[in-house]
Every structure is written in C-alpha cells, then in structure tokens.
C-alpha cells in the first residue's frame, strides 16, 4: 500500500477523507473484483482533492497487487451477457466512426472477453487489445478467435503513434494510477486519433442521491472521477476533450434481477429465467461519462 500526500491528478495537496474503508485489502480476492461482482457499498479508504474534486483510494494498493486479482478472474456471467454488452459496445463504435470514419487499428484497453473488438473487427477495424485475466484472454480466442495479449495496459510494449481509436470502457477507475493510463493512450495514438473513455461521475444526480448506496462504490473501484478532474486528467496527459455524454447500460431483466436479492425469487424458476434473459433492459442513469478525446497539439 501507498500512502499518497498530494492528488494523482491535479497535484494538489488539500486532501480530506472522504469515506472511510470497509474492506481489508489483503482480504480481497478475484471474485471481489470481477466486473458482474455485487458487493456494492464496499471502498477503500477514500480522500477527496480540495483542487479538482477527485477522489481515490488512499492509501492506494501496488499496481502488482491489484494485477495479482485480475489475472485470476473467472467471470462466465459477464459473457453470458454478451448481448446486451453489444448494444453498449455498437453506440460507442458508432460515433467512433463519426469521428473516425476512415476507421483503422484500434486498441481496446482492459478487453474482457474480447465482445468490443470483435464487433470492432465485423465493422472494419483492425483490432487488438490487452487484457489481465487468462480466462478472458481464452474465452476470446475461443468464442471469437481473437488474440488478445495478456498483462497490464501501462507496462505492455505497444507500437506508439499507431492507433485510429482507443476504447477504455470501466477501466481508469480499476487501476492505481489512471494518469500513467492516459499519458500511455496518448503515446499510442496516431495525431488524429480518438480516445473513447467511459467511467463512473461521482458527481452524478444518481451518485448524489445515493449516497453511501451508490451501485459503483465497489472494492474493484480506485478512482472516482468527475467531469472537471476528467478533464484535468486528460488535459496533463495531453489530450483535450472533443465530446462528451452520459453512458446508458444495456442488461437482460435476468441479470438486473439477480443483483437484488429480494428479487431473485423471480429467476429460480428455469421458464422464468429463460424468459428474462430475452428481455432487455436500458439503464440511463446518467451517472457515468462518456468520454472522447483526441491529442492535445497545441
């Protein structure tokens, strides 16, 4: 664990707690930290910056530490959710595509079981990815033939000034220190290209309202961004913002039920479980950012 005296992303050194741990580090394991986990209202020891408004987990767990989780993830209900991950993954490359219509190499950073790049691919991207869980890695190269590196994003060799566009979907806030992430995006695209980032805004009506509650305060979870230290994030690392909107999920009615317990009486039975799995369901919360950025030239 590192104790950090000044924000990781504007400098500052006015720090305050902002709420305090539930969880005992070296107590979590990959389960804790798998992306269809439920163990919402578990943090870190979270302080906020007086200057930006960010908040993070401090003292922060070792890169190493927080690899050690990931690589040993097994989450089969995050594929089984495949369809409606689709529809989430299609809007992004969409306007992707408005903004890059010639399209070319693109680069999913924290790739899962590879579902973006290879709808990426079936539209004419040139795919790859990265990625810390060898499960995931296989299931890609199984379900969609895809090769996908295993590792982590910020020590991985990949070709700089290279790629069209950069997916990172619920990724920055995963890890120790999103600006090393941010500067690597920048290093790797071409001039023209675009970031497409996504993460949770703790300044959000949703999260405000919340409060304590709130679905994306969650032991997987490091950093809590707000549109203004987004932007300061992004700006020092070299990248200015084109556009922005707020991120809309879509799930199967089965998976959002299973997540309440007191609802999952309506999924035991298999006919009914069938039946809510073919029923989707689109959550605009407005309680995450969607982020796209290009290389700051100025």
Known sequence: MQR???????????????????????????????????????????ERCAGCSHVFANPRPTREFIQSLYADIIDPLYQEEAEGRQKNFERILTRLEKLRPDQGPLFDVGAATGILMNMARERGWEPQG???????????????????????????????????AVTMVDFIEHIPDPGAALVKAREILRSDGVLCLVTP??????????????????????AYFSH??????LNRAGLKILRTRRYAWTFSAHYLLTRVSLLRLLVKNPRLASFWR?????????????????????
Request: glycine fraction near 8%; charge should be positive.
């Open 130 to 164: 990265v990625e810390p869980s060898s499960w995931a890695v296989e299931t890609a190269r199984d379900r969609y033939g895809l090769h996908i590196r295993v590792g982590d994003f910020e020590t991985s060799e990949i070709a700089k000034d290279r790629f069209a």
């Open 4 to 46: 950090l005296e000044a924000c990781p992303v504007c400098g500052g050194r006015s720090l305050s707690v902002f709420r305090s741990a539930n969880i005992e580090a070296q107590a979590l394991t990959p389960e804790d930290v798998k992306i269809t986990d439920k163990a919402y209202g578990k943090i870190w020891g979270l």
């Open 228 to 233: 203004g230290s987004l932007r300061t994030a």
């Open 278 to 298: 073919r029923v989707p369901i689109k959550l605009a919360l407005g309680d995450s950012l969607e982020i796209y950025a290009g290389k700051n030239t100025s």
């Open 201 to 222: 805004d703790i300044n959000s009506l949703a999260a405000r309202l919340a409060g304590p509650r709130w679905w994306h305060y969650r032991p997987a979870h490091l």
